[in-house]
C-alpha cells in the first residue's frame, strides 16, 4: 500500500508538471516579438525596427531608447529594452508563458547602413529558454528600404533564415513586402502602410496582409490603426493606438482586438532621446 501511495503521488506531480507546460501555441506567442504585430516594415521608426526591418536603424535617427511591455488578459507577459545608437544597436527582450512558469530571452544586434533612398540592414539574435526542449537558437535577418520618391517608400525583408527549433516550435522564415504613402509630399502627416507575408512553406493564398493608417492629429498627437487578416485561428485583428510626443520623450499605447470586436492584447511603449530627431515620426 505504502508503494502504491509513493507512485500516486509521484504521477500526481508529474501530471501537474506537464500540465503547467505551454502550449505550443503560447510558444510561438514567447518567440516572435508581439509588440512588433503594430509595426510596418516600410514605416517602422527608431530603435524599435531593428528586428522587424534592420534596414530601418540606417535613417540615423540619433541615440534613442525605448521600453515595451506587452499585456495579455491582465498579465504582463512581455518586456523589451531596445537602444539605437547610430551603427550601434541592442535590444533584450522578455516573454513569458502565461503562468509565469517559463520564460524566452531574446537578444538582437543590428546594423543598417546605406544612402537615404536606399538603406540595407541585417540582424544577428539569439534566443535562450528555460523550456523543456531545444533551449537556444540563433536567427539572422535581412532587410531593405527604397524610397522610390517623395510619396512612396518600398521594403522588403527576409526574417528568421535558419528557422531554429525552440520548446519543440520551429521559428518560420517569414518574407515581406512592404510600402508606404505619404499623400503630402515629404510629410509625415499621413501614412498608408500596407505588408503582405508569407512564411517558409506556405502557399501564396495562404499569406497574410495588413493596411493601416497612421496621422497627426495635433502637433505632438498621433493615432494609428490598422486591418490584418492571417491564415490561421488567429483570423482577422483590428488594432488602434495612440502616440504622445514631447520633447525628448513619447509614449504611446496600441491595443488588439479579435474578430473585430474582442479585445485580446496591448502595448505599451516610452521612447526616450537626447535629441529632438531622435524622435522623428
Request: glycine share 8%; hydrophobic share 40%.
Amino acid at each position: 500500500m505504502r508503494h502504491i501511495t509513493v507512485i500516486t503521488v509521484l504521477s500526481f506531480i508529474a501530471a501537474s508538471a506537464l500540465a503547467q507546460l505551454p502550449t505550443k501555441m503560447e510558444i510561438s506567442r514567447m518567440l516572435q516579438p508581439q509588440s512588433e504585430q503594430f509595426a510596418f516594415t516600410a514605416s517602422i521608426r527608431q530603435a524599435w525596427g531593428m528586428r522587424l526591418n534592420p534596414a530601418s536603424i540606417g535613417n540615423m535617427y540619433g541615440v534613442n531608447l525605448m521600453y515595451n511591455v506587452y499585456e495579455e488578459q491582465g498579465k504582463l507577459l512581455e518586456h523589451e529594452i531596445l537602444f539605437q545608437n547610430y551603427l550601434f544597436n541592442f535590444s533584450w527582450r522578455r516573454a513569458l508563458s502565461s503562468g509565469r512558469e517559463y520564460r524566452v530571452d531574446h537578444f538582437s544586434l543590428c546594423m543598417g547602413l546605406g544612402m537615404p533612398e536606399f538603406l540595407v540592414g541585417g540582424s544577428l539574435q539569439w534566443l535562450s529558454s528555460d523550456l523543456p526542449e531545444n533551449k537556444r537558437g540563433i536567427l539572422w535577418s535581412l532587410g531593405t528600404l527604397m524610397k522610390v520618391n517623395e510619396y512612396l517608400t518600398l521594403a522588403m525583408t527576409k526574417r528568421n533564415m535558419n528557422q531554429p527549433i525552440i520548446g519543440g516550435v520551429t521559428v518560420h522564415g517569414i518574407q515581406s513586402v512592404g510600402a508606404v504613402v505619404r499623400p503630402f509630399k515629404n510629410s509625415e502627416r499621413l501614412l498608408i502602410a500596407f505588408d503582405w507575408s508569407l512564411a517558409n512553406n506556405q502557399r501564396l493564398r495562404d499569406g497574410s496582409f495588413k493596411i493601416g493608417v497612421d496621422g497627426r492629429i495635433l502637433k505632438n498627437l498621433r493615432l494609428f490603426g490598422s486591418f490584418e487578416h492571417r491564415p490561421d485561428e488567429t483570423g482577422n485583428i483590428v488594432m488602434l493606438g495612440i502616440r504622445l510626443n514631447a520633447p525628448y520623450f513619447a509614449f504611446g499605447i496600441n491595443s488588439a482586438f479579435n474578430g473585430l470586436k474582442k479585445y485580446a492584447n496591448s502595448v505599451a511603449s516610452v521612447l526616450l532621446s537626447p535629441e529632438q530627431r531622435g524622435l522623428q515620426y
